[in-house]
């Protein structure tokens, strides 16, 4: 099914559902809160329906409009007739919105990672060439002929920089400067939100990059970065949501480096967040480290249930052979 017609049938869903609820992965980032909260917010221009935003916002993003709307998973309702997965399939949703998903009278999917899988949906809206999929949602917001207001241009531009990087990561497109002026005309205010979403960190986050960058690890000639979040640190320095962006950019910025890894210890878990200069395909790596990993060819992700020490006796070499 194309996408135009994807278009249609989501949202004739939408007119259709009494109630929808709006959900992106565990762990929601910059793309997945401004989809959700555009298409919400565009959808009650035409629906009568309740409409939802699960989610809990952290500081980089409890200032956007609409952001004291998000309902943490404890306050959902106890049905939806509509569930709509924004940036990232339903692999990644958390126990609570996996069986919210499962019950649903219909389920749709927005997405622009190439790992997601099409199945277990009935309307997939699935586009790896778009570099977010908050661009995804404005040409459907744009193709049901709504009006973008301010509040909704923020949550465009907002998921846009943060899949982009700011306008500096490789999937930035023409289209996507074109659509950011277009954003910025309906009122837009860049620095803010670049220095939120991309830049500012609480005290404790700022003491963690520094503990993280000073034990990095390099291996392959200073090809591989590797770095550490424990949790010890995180309690002792406290760390809060939001805390560990943008450390494995500065790890993968290092002269000679072409893959980062930033491992962060949480339970009896360990999540791994992956980033490639041009040579690895961190997408596949991550799915070869864990079914359930994947991404961006050059931005992904995965979570093994394992102990930090047993990830790092094998880590390092399977990230060196990924460069050979």
């Given at each position: 099914?194309?996408?135009?017609?994807?278009?249609?049938?989501?949202?004739?869903?939408?007119?259709?559902?009494?109630?929808?609820?709006?959900?992106?992965?565990?762990?929601?980032?910059?793309?997945?809160?401004?989809?959700?909260?555009?298409?919400?917010?565009?959808?009650?221009?035409?629906?009568?329906?309740?409409?939802?935003?699960?989610?809990?916002?952290?500081?980089?993003?409890?200032?956007?409009?609409?952001?004291?709307?998000?309902?943490?998973?404890?306050?959902?309702?106890?049905?939806?007739?509509?569930?709509?997965?924004?940036?990232?399939?339903?692999?990644?949703?958390?126990?609570?919105?996996?069986a919210l998903f499962q019950a649903a009278k219909a389920t749709a999917l927005v997405d622009h990672h190439g790992s997601s899988s099409p199945d277990g949906y009935d309307v997939v809206m699935l586009d790896a060439t778009s570099p977010s999929t908050c661009e995804m949602v404005y040409t459907l917001i744009?193709?049901?002929?709504?009006?973008?207001?301010?509040?909704?241009?923020?949550?465009?531009?907002?998921?846009?920089?943060?899949?982009?990087?700011?306008?500096?990561?490789?999937?930035?497109?023409?289209?996507?400067?074109?659509?950011?002026?277009?954003?910025?005309?309906?009122?837009?205010?860049?620095?803010?939100?670049?220095?939120?979403?991309?830049?500012?960190?609480?005290?404790?986050?700022?003491?963690?990059?520094?503990?993280?960058?000073?034990?990095?690890?390099?291996?392959?000639?200073?090809?591989?970065?590797?770095?550490?979040?424990?949790?010890?640190?995180?309690?002792?320095?406290?760390?809060?949501?939001?805390?560990?962006?943008?450390?494995?950019?500065?790890?993968?910025?290092?002269?000679?480096?072409?893959?980062?890894?930033?491992?962060?210890?949480?339970?009896?878990?360990?999540?791994?967040?992956?980033?490639?200069?041009?040579?690895?395909?961190?997408?596949?790596?991550?799915?070869?480290?864990?079914?359930?990993?994947?991404?961006?060819?050059?931005?992904?992700?995965?979570?093994?249930?394992?102990?930090?020490?047993?990830?790092?006796?094998?880590?390092?070499?399977?990230?060196?052979?990924?460069?050979?």
């Amino acid at each position: 099914m194309s996408n135009t017609a994807a278009s249609r049938q989501l949202k004739t869903l939408l007119l259709e559902a009494k109630s929808v609820l709006f959900t992106g992965p565990i762990g929601p980032d910059g793309d997945s809160f401004g989809a959700c909260l555009a298409l919400a917010k565009a959808t009650a221009q035409f629906s009568t329906a309740t409409l939802h935003v699960g989610g809990e916002a952290n500081f980089r993003y409890d200032w956007m409009p609409g952001a004291e709307t998000l309902l943490k998973d404890l306050d959902l309702a106890d049905s939806y007739d509509l569930v709509v997965v924004m940036d990232g399939d339903r692999h990644r949703l958390t126990p609570v919105v996996s069986a919210l998903f499962q019950a649903a009278k219909a389920t749709a999917l927005v997405d622009h990672h190439g790992s997601s899988s099409p199945d277990g949906y009935d309307v997939v809206m699935l586009d790896a060439t778009s570099p977010s999929t908050c661009e995804m949602v404005y040409t459907l917001i744009d193709g049901w002929g709504i009006a973008l207001d301010k509040a909704m241009a923020t949550h465009l531009y907002t998921g846009i920089i943060f899949d982009t990087g700011g306008f500096k990561h490789e999937n930035t497109q023409a289209a996507t400067h074109r659509l950011a002026a277009r954003l910025i005309e309906l009122g837009v205010e860049p620095s803010p939100i670049h220095a939120k979403v991309l830049h500012e960190r609480t005290a404790g986050g700022l003491r963690l990059l520094g503990e993280v960058l000073g034990a990095a690890s390099f291996y392959g000639e200073g090809a591989v970065a590797v770095g550490v979040v424990t949790e010890e640190a995180v309690s002792r320095l406290g760390v809060v949501s939001g805390d560990k962006e943008g450390i494995i950019d500065a790890l993968l910025n290092t002269a000679g480096v072409e893959l980062a890894v930033l491992v962060s210890e949480k339970g009896n878990a360990v999540r791994m967040s992956l980033r490639s200069k041009t040579r690895v395909n961190v997408a596949a790596l991550a799915k070869s480290l864990h079914p359930g990993g994947g991404g961006h060819v050059r931005a992904s992700g995965c979570r093994v249930s394992s102990s930090l020490s047993t990830v790092m006796e094998t880590l390092p070499g399977v990230l060196v052979a990924a460069l050979a």
